[in-house]
T-cell receptor
Framework: AQSVAQPEDQVNVAEGNPLTVKCTYSVSGNPYLFWYVQYPNRGLQFLLKYITGDNLVKGSYGFEAEFNKSQTSFHLKKPSALVSDSALYFCAVRERNNAGNMLTFGGGTRLMVKP | EAGVVQSPRYKIIEKKQPVAFWCNPISGHNTLYWYLQNLGQGPELLIRYENEEAVDDSQLPKDRFSAERLKGVDSTLKIQPAELGDSAVYLC????????????FGPGTRLTVL
């Protein structure tokens, strides 16, 4: 079975400071990894994904994430947070070689960026 | 390009009543998903369609939930009868089918069962 853990329910950061939202995963094979963001009363919006290749993935709005196979992690990062980044962030995993396997989401982390 | 469209956005019903949700995926996306999202939690897959075929419905409570995608485009999700515990946001998503491709989500339908 595959699973995703987002250990922090909420992350607080001051505007202009770097931010990290943590994600660890568990799959039996190699993973596809995704980050999504959800604003209030909106659907999930795709930020970035790791498929293969370079472990550092760059995505929308200045976000990036680093795939670390040994630590089974895919933490989301941004060098300088904006107040408008405040939202709910979801990490998701899917096993690469199982086309019938579903995407499993973590429980979400609420990011609060304060001015 | 239009995104995933869902309607209605909000629905309030009394328990034991039926309810239906509608989804129009992004044009050309052959894979369509219905998810349930409880407050403060991540989405959980209910059913996945490849074109008009339901290829993964293991998480769909079939005693009261049903879904269809008759022409491989639009889809409807129905609950009959609704229970208090069905109150949640129902999200529709679509993708180009390959597991490496990201899913695009609609705004969701927030269901409240009284």
């Amino acid at each position: 079975a595959q699973s995703v853990a987002q250990p922090e329910d909420q992350v607080n950061v001051a505007e202009g400071n770097p931010l990290t939202v943590k994600c660890t995963y568990s799959v039996s094979g190699n993973p596809y990894l995704f980050w999504y963001v959800q604003y209030p009363n909106r659907g999930l919006q795709f930020l970035l994904k790791y498929i293969t290749g370079d472990n550092l993935v760059k995505g929308s709005y200045g976000f990036e994430a680093e795939f670390n196979k040994s630590q089974t992690s895919f933490h989301l990062k941004k060098p300088s947070a904006l107040v408008s980044d405040s939202a709910l962030y979801f990490c998701a995993v899917r096993e690469r070689n199982n086309a019938g396997n579903m995407l499993t989401f973590g429980g979400g982390t609420r990011l609060m960026v304060k001015p | 390009e239009a995104g995933v469209v869902q309607s209605p956005r909000y629905k309030i019903i009394e328990k034991k009543q039926p309810v239906a949700f509608w989804c129009n995926p992004i044009s050309g996306h052959n894979t369509l998903y219905w998810y349930l999202q409880n407050l403060g939690q991540g989405p959980e897959l209910l059913i996945r369609y490849e074109n008009e075929e339901a290829v993964d419905d293991s998480q769909l409570p079939k005693d009261r939930f049903s879904a269809e995608r008759l022409k491989g485009v639009d889809s409807t999700l129905k609950i009959q009868p609704a229970e208090l515990g069905d109150s949640a946001v129902y999200l529709c998503a679509s993708s180009l089918g390959l597991s490496r491709n990201e899913q695009f989500f609609g705004p969701g339908t927030r269901l409240t069962v009284l």
